[in-house]
């Protein structure tokens, strides 16, 4: 494995830069903050940031102003993602070595690492990172526990979507012995307020059930109705439409007025659904991808794909 390496690699920097994804889930920023702590914990005389947009996963405000010049000399890991397009702060360009250490299906295409880490037998980034520590001897503390773990808990939601369900309960059950705050984070994750949840009936209510897919459209009006960014309905709202028995495909697509194009979000039930994401530029993992759309005549061109590829497999 190419841990021994990572290890040497730290050994041999003295400032740490962790990257993850741009717009991040908990699994991004547990593992970030997650890996920020081993690595704290374990080389305390070390300079380790993280860095990157800021939303509310980032509960203790971790994330950290850093000047282009620490770059420099810098050993610069990014997690949770391997595509360079989809990177927070694309400063990793300036830094002496970059790590991509990643459990999504894309091929990386970032030049400048000189270790790449991508293996989609992992359920979430933040199992990765546990097993590389545990690999490697380092000590997990209990701060570092309650991040990963929030990952591992999100990104296989809630232990339903798991790729080897065996590591995935041996590594929760790693991180809670280290005193991971399991009840905190599902408070966090799972506590709604009265707004919110009135919110989702309205857009639950707005899904179009066609052919065995089901899809919602997002457009301006929505932004102008209510108060609520673009994340929390296009990743917030996408499940909504989860768990029915005759839809076996879900989307969600989402006006995103800063960068005028629209977010796709993807989810299946038992069919692969990525390549159809890939298409159209996007990514991900086989059951919960998504893309970047151009326009709404794409949005129905992608709508069409997917009731295609049902009809397929019938
Ligand atoms: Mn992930």
Request: net charge negative; with cysteine; hydrophobic share 40%.
């Amino acid at each position: 494995m190419n841990y021994q390496k990572i290890l040497s690699k730290v050994m041999n920097h003295q400032v740490i830069i962790i990257h993850r994804h741009s717009k991040p889930d908990f699994d991004a920023i547990g593992s970030q903050v997650g890996w920020k702590e081993i690595l704290v914990e374990n080389f305390p005389n070390k300079a380790v940031y993280v860095v990157g947009d800021q939303n509310r996963f980032d509960v203790d405000k971790d994330m950290q102003e850093v000047p282009d010049a620490l770059y420099e000399n810098a050993l610069v890991f990014i997690l949770d993602v391997a595509v360079k397009h989809m990177v927070s702060d694309e400063r990793y360009k300036l830094a002496k070595d970059v790590i991509v250490i990643d459990h999504h299906k894309n091929d990386c295409d970032i030049d400048e690492a000189s270790i790449v880490v991508s293996d989609s037998s992992y359920s979430a980034c933040a199992e990765l990172i546990t097993d590389m520590a545990l690999e490697l001897n380092l000590k997990i503390n209990q701060r570092a526990a309650s991040f990963l773990y929030a990952g591992l808990v999100t990104d296989t939601g809630r232990f339903q979507w798991m790729h080897q369900p065996e590591r995935v309960f041996l590594v929760a059950s790693i991180l809670t012995g280290l005193g991971a705050k399991t009840t905190e984070l599902y408070d966090f994750l799972y506590v709604d307020t009265l707004e919110n949840k009135q919110l989702k009936t309205f857009f639950q209510n707005r899904f179009v059930y066609e052919d065995g897919v089901a899809y919602l459209k997002n457009d301006k009006d929505v932004f102008e109705k209510f108060n609520i960014d673009v994340f929390s309905v296009s990743r917030g709202m996408v499940n909504l439409a989860a768990g029915i028995e005759e839809i076996k495909i879900w989307l969600n697509f989402t006006y995103d007025a800063e960068k005028d194009i629209i977010l796709g979000e993807f989810r299946s039930r038992g069919i692969k659904i990525v390549d159809i994401a890939k298409k159209y530029g996007g990514g991900g993992h086989e059951q919960a991808c998504g893309a970047s759309l151009k326009s709404w005549a794409e949005v129905d061109n992608v709508i069409s794909d997917y009731k295609a590829l049902l009809k397929e497999n019938k």
